[in-house]
């Protein structure tokens, strides 16, 4: 990630065997329990039927896994991921809304926000997946208190954590706000088109967030061409 004081990037390490094995089973766990959920419906499965699916033992699953749900919670962790990487390749010194926004738009493929999108949906569907729903969201809140960190940590003051926690907060209440308008107007809608509108909500939260809000105002719209350009 290139720096304020110019210091070339660090070239990641390329991951061992052991490594991508233990993502492959992961993603492995977390499809199988995606699947279950959308073939028997929440409450309907257990960790037994997850780990047969996966075709692991339910040992290797709580190496994993504490729970169903917090399998769950984790299939919209790969698009947080991703968008965190995204965010910790902008410029260092860029406002740390504006380089969000960014990373959001370097997410061109409107595909990358299906997990996220699906999750959400069947989390509508019932209140049984709301402890589910619930851990996903906090896990993002952490990711953006930590990466929010390494941004104001190089300051004059420190890191300031009222701002860390509150900006946090916010982002979050705006990536909320995507979701439910784009669940109001689309409901369980899967299809490219509505999956780009979702993406497309959530830049334009960032953007609202940015701007504070101001009235009689809304985010110009962002093509995957500027995405590409940003990134």
């Not at 959308?38 to 409450?43: A, C, K, V, Y």
């Not at 996220?116 to 619930?134: C, D, G, I, K, Y």
Request: hydrophobic share 45%; charged share 15%.
């Amino acid at each position: 990630m290139a720096t304020s004081t110019g210091s070339i990037p660090a070239v990641a390490a390329t991951p061992s065997r052991r490594e991508l094995n233990k993502a492959a089973t992961r993603q492995a766990i977390t499809d199988a329990a995606l699947s279950l959920l959308r073939s028997h419906g929440p409450g309907s499965f257990t960790v037994e039927d997850i780990a047969d699916t996966a075709g692991i033992s339910r040992r290797t699953f709580f190496n994993y896994f504490s729970s169903t749900d917090a399998a769950l919670a984790a299939v919209t962790h790969g698009f947080l991921d991703n968008a965190i990487q995204q965010f910790r390749l902008r410029p260092a010194d860029e406002p740390i809304l504006q380089s969000a926004q960014a990373a959001l738009m370097a997410l061109a493929d409107p595909m990358t926000v299906a997990p996220l999108a699906e999750l959400f949906t069947l989390t509508q569907q019932s209140t049984l997946m709301s402890h589910s729903e619930l851990q996903a969201w906090e896990h993002c809140t952490e990711q953006i208190i930590a990466v929010a960190r390494e941004r104001v940590a190089g300051g004059a003051d420190g890191v300031d954590e009222l701002y860390v926690r509150a900006l946090a907060g916010a982002v979050i209440s705006c990536g909320k706000a995507a979701l439910e308008v784009w669940f109001t107007r689309r409901g369980a809608d899967l299809s490219p088109a509505s999956l780009a509108e979702l993406r497309q909500l959530l830049i334009d939260s960032m953007a609202l967030l940015g701007s504070g809000f101001t009235a009689g105002t809304s985010p110009a719209p962002l093509s995957t061409s500027s995405a590409s350009a940003s990134s």
